[in-house]
């Protein structure tokens, strides 16, 4: 980053007023050509906002925007990419039913000379922009048949092609592997030697330490302050994000386990997951991890009877329970929080308190009438006791910021009162603050004597909150660990299918 530059992008003074929410109140933010510039906050400090402002996608409601030096209205997001700008936000914006290269191509495709779409040309020209960032994705396939990481490649891809001078990642890392991350770094780092300026959104700590240069703090759509990254470090930054210290993230009270609640037995479906076994105690917080793809997600929605298994038996709470519709474990008193929260987890265009109620329906119903007081109520000790950033519990589910969305799916699991809670990937999205306030409510639940069952991709957090973990590779069981036995190697190794098979603690449980 050379300051004697002219900034790619200056918002100055920005405000934004939703009805009843004014999300941005007065920010302050400078890009510099060759700059990765961090925007870090709290669930609902206005990160994406502003974004979404500079892109076109919201107007502002008062302030100015600067693209090269000169004053500028973005009115569209065709508008802000005919301007040089770009987006990869983590709910891809590419259109799904059309081929990656047009969309690499979407609102100019090239003619040939018989003035029919130059097809070939496309496919070209799509695929050397793809093959200099080493992604290896059919031009020709259609955006939808590819994974999210793909999609999201495609998405930088395309930006790229589209010479953007500034792009904008909002959480881009937060559905992606190990591997597929170190790529997105590489990327980045090809597009801040070629001089791109790039906003990079996070609540990964280490990511901004590990990529960017500077990092700008909002808090309650305030503007905190712009800092380098090499003048602060982790604790300053949050200190500045959260305006007070949080330390020991992960120190959870385990309680004393109790009798066995729940007990698989050789499970398997399909090349999902294989002959898996384990049993679970109550009041235990009980790990899976793996990468993605190894089918902590699939084994777990065959507990719940979201999908069906092959072979094997399922036991909770003394019965059979080999459920085959998600109805049948949500009675039997399991909880699921799914991974995908926007698709599967919520009604966007419900209130709070609907979506907060969903499930426990029957617990505010009396003859069949729904006592909406006491479902406001309800959702209201969810929201205060999660800090759910929202005017009131009335708000549309799709106003509120990401991590606050997932903080409603949390409450709408815990107004069940389930014994069995399964996370699926639980502080995605998160902010530091909310991940201790979640993580003070797993506490309470085991202190109630329920039993949790966590996922988690995020190494640290199942390290720090479980108290066993089984961990699989490829839809096998490599092993299951008590906690004097986690450590980073450890899990690593058995993650990545390298210590050959089950550890003698798995081969006993088994
Ligand atoms: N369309 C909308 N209508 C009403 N309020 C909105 C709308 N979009 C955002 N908000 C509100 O504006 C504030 C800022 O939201 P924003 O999405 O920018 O937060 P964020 O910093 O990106 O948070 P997160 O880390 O959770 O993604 C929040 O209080 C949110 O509820
Ligand atoms: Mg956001």
């Not at 530059?5 to 890009?31: H, N, Y």
Request: net charge neutral.
């Amino acid at each position: 980053m050379q300051k004697q530059e002219q900034p790619v992008v200056v918002m100055k003074g920005i405000v934004k007023e939703f009805p009843g929410v004014r999300a941005l109140s007065g920010v302050d933010l400078e890009l510099f050509p060759g700059e990765v510039h961090a925007l870090v906050g709290e669930n609902g400090a206005g990160k994406s906002t502003l974004i979404k402002i500079l892109m076109g996608v919201y107007t502002k409601t008062e302030g100015e925007v600067y693209i090269n030096g000169e004053k500028q209205e973005v009115k569209s997001p065709l508008h802000a990419q005919s301007l040089g700008l770009g987006a990869v936000y983590q709910d891809v914006n590419l259109a799904q039913h059309l081929s990656v290269a047009e969309n690499f191509f979407m609102g100019q495709l090239p003619r040939t000379r018989f003035g029919t779409v130059d097809y070939q040309r496309m496919y070209r020209e799509t695929k050397e922009t793809l093959d200099s960032i080493e992604v290896h994705v059919d031009p020709r396939a259609l955006v939808k048949t590819l994974s999210v990481a793909q999609q999201e490649m495609v998405a930088i891809g395309k930006t790229m092609h589209q010479k953007a001078r500034a792009v904008v990642f909002d959480e881009p890392t937060a559905l992606l592997t190990a591997d597929e991350t170190e790529q997105l770094f590489r990327i980045i780092d090809k597009l801040k030697k070629d001089g791109v300026g790039i906003f990079y959104i996070s609540h990964r700590m280490e990511e901004i330490f590990h990529i960017c240069d500077r990092a700008t703090v909002l808090k309650d759509g305030t503007f905190v302050g712009t800092v380098k990254i090499s003048d602060t470090d982790e604790d300053g930054l949050i200190a500045m994000m959260v305006g007070r210290n949080v330390e020991d993230m992960y120190q959870i009270q385990h309680a004393e386990p109790g009798e066995v609640v729940l007990k698989v037995e050789h499970i398997s479906r399909g090349t999902a997951f294989q002959d898996i076994s384990f049993e679970v105690r109550r009041g235990e917080i009980f790990g899976m991890f793996g990468l993605v793809g190894s089918g902590r997600t699939e084994i777990v929605r065959a507990i719940f009877g979201a999908d069906g298994k092959d072979g094997g038996k399922v036991t909770f709470m003394g019965k059979a329970a080999d459920f085959t519709r998600p109805q049948q474990g949500i009675q039997a008193g399991i909880a699921l929080l799914p991974e995908d929260r926007r698709a599967q987890g919520l009604a966007l265009g419900m209130s709070v308190a609907d979506n907060t109620n969903m499930v426990a329906v029957h617990k505010i119903s009396r003859y069949g009438v729904i006592d909406n007081r006491k479902g406001v109520q309800i959702a209201k000790n969810y929201a205060k006791k999660l800090r759910t950033k929202t005017p009131t519990v009335f708000q549309r589910v799709k106003n509120l910021s990401g991590g606050n969305q997932q903080k409603v799916v949390i409450s709408k699991w815990l107004a069940q009162d389930s014994g069995l809670f399964i996370f699926d990937e639980p502080t995605v999205g998160v902010d530091v603050g909310a991940k201790l306030e979640i993580y003070k409510v797993f506490e309470e639940l085991v202190k109630e004597g329920k039993t949790i069952i966590i996922i988690s991709s995020y190494l640290p957090e199942v390290m720090g909150l479980a108290d066993r973990m089984l961990i699989l590779y490829e839809g096998h069981q490599m092993g299951i660990l008590s906690k004097e036995e986690f450590t980073d190697d450890n899990i690593m190794r058995y993650a990545s299918g390298k210590n050959g098979g089950k550890s003698e603690y798995g081969k006993e449980r088994a």
